[in-house]
């Protein structure tokens, strides 16, 4: 049988945004639980990933959409600290995310082949965004109470797994998700999470690193000459 426990307030702990990308993660760092376990763990990944000078991982996204019957995978580079985020996909195609207290810049490169046309740049207000993937819709929210079941489910291979049941206080589209943790390590291995279509994201982290040399020019977006530029 699994272990609950309820989670009563959300303690934002990193700027502002909405792009749904990486919500299930922030949901995960900014739960403040009021009992100690299973949620000890929790905060503790909590503590070492807001207080880290520098987080930094490959990654692989997988996006199934049910209705269209598709998938989608991208791998990169995840790059983040207190108040931003840096998403670099390298596969398929070249794209990059980022966030911060205000915005959120959505960068695309053209398709191999396709030289001379011009890079896509979209910049989105945090407050207008609700449309996009899944883990920082949260840094919008300043400070709210809502209440979360969070169940430990059995171990997969030594790794903690959470499940985060918000069926009947939706955070934004999120219905449920699973947080995979290294206990040891105190790291997250894994995602995964369902929107209100049933549409599965999930993330996958490797090769992560809380203590990364990474100078701060990481997270400004350097806009490719010729590029389109919207601004929504």
């Given amino acids: 049988m699994s272990k609950v426990v309820r989670v009563r307030s959300i303690q934002v ?47 692989t996204k ?13 791998k990169g580079d995840f790059f983040f600290r207190r108040g931003q985020l840096k998403l670099d996909f390298h596969s398929p195609e070249r794209a990059e995310v980022y966030v911060d207290g205000k915005h959120v810049w959505m960068l695309a490169y053209p398709p191999k082949g396709f030289i001379d046309a011009p890079a896509q740049v979209t910049k989105i207000g945090v407050k207008k965004d609700r449309g996009s993937a899944a883990l920082l819709n949260l840094l919008s929210l300043s400070s709210t109470e809502r209440e979360f079941k969070i169940s430990l489910l059995p171990e997969r291979e030594n790794i903690k797994v959470f499940d985060l049941d918000a069926s009947q206080h939706e955070v934004l589209g999120l219905k449920r998700a699973q947080v995979f943790i290294h206990p040891e390590a105190k790291t997250i291995g894994k995602l995964v999470y369902w929107d209100d279509l049933e549409n599965e994201t999930v993330y996958e982290f490797s090769e992560i690193n809380l203590k990364a040399k990474v100078k701060s ?15 929504l």
């Fill in 13 to 59: 702990l990193c700027g502002g945004a909405s792009i749904r990308m990486f919500s299930v993660w922030l949901v995960l760092l900014s739960f403040k639980l009021v009992q100690a376990s299973p949620g000890s763990l929790i905060n503790e990944v909590s503590h070492r990933y807001t207080k880290a000078p520098m987080v930094t991982s490959r990654i």
């Fill in 62 to 74: 997988t996006v199934k959409q049910i209705v269209l019957e598709k998938e989608k995978i991208q």
């Fill in 217 to 231: 020019e990481i997270f400004k977006i350097q806009i490719p000459k010729g590029a389109q530029v919207t601004e």
